[in-house]
């Protein structure tokens, strides 16, 4: 999957994604898939730098 494919299937509230576990993140680092909607998954900081930062 390219960077441009990526961007145009981002949900409207992504600000990053991780090409280590192919997922959206908001602002905050948290997680914006479906399956923890219930669930507050936050990227820890040592590990940010990996993110992929997108801008529409």
């Keep these: ?5 990526i ?6 509230d992504a ?5 280590v576990v192919e997922q959206y993140f908001n602002r905050q680092f948290m997680s914006l898939a479906p ?3 219930e ?3 936050q990227v820890e ?6 993110l992929v930062p ?3």
């Design 15 to 19: 600000a990053y994604w991780s090409p």
């Design 7 to 12: 961007k145009a299937d981002a949900p409207k």
């Design 45 to 50: 900081e040592q590990f940010r730098g990996e």
């Design 35 to 37: 399956a923890f909607k």
């Design 54 to 56: 997108l801008t529409k």
């Design 1 to 5: 999957m390219n960077i441009e494919q």
């Design 39 to 41: 669930k507050l998954i």
